[in-house]
């Protein structure tokens, strides 16, 4: 079993900046096939930025050049800094962990953009 834990949410107005935390605990012994994913009101979750299985980074087309995903393995914690937060990005973020059958993931932080 892994556990995730996120903390960083919050409002902020466009153009400004936020920096997300996801700290996993149990069954973990790298931060590889970890990160993040929102779900706007309404809307499907998709995802946002990710570690891949092999160490590399993946992000949504939408947050390329204004988030950047970072890890720290010893903690096995990884970040999400936002930059140049836009209405759109408005939505509840989850911390995902690969895992067998479905995955693992987080409670969910609120990130409210307003214009």
């Known amino acids: 079993q892994v556990q995730l834990v996120e903390s960083g949410g919050g409002l902020v107005q466009a153009g400004g900046s936020l920096r997300l935390s996801c700290t996993a605990s149990?069954?973990?012994?790298?931060?590889?096939?970890m990160g993040w994913f929102r779900q706007a009101p309404g809307k499907q979750r998709e995802l946002v930025a990710l570690f891949t299985a092999s160490g590399s980074t993946n992000y949504a087309n939408s947050v390329k050049d204004r988030f950047t995903i970072s890890g720290d393995n010893a903690n096995h914690t990884v970040y999400l800094q936002m930059n140049s937060l836009k209405p759109e990005d408005t939505g509840v973020y989850y911390c995902?962990?690969?895992?067998?059958?479905?995955?693992?993931w987080g409670q969910g932080t609120q990130v409210t953009v307003s214009s």
């Open positions: 149990g069954n973990i012994f790298s931060i590889n096939s």
């Open positions: 995902w962990k690969w895992g067998t059958p479905h995955g693992y």
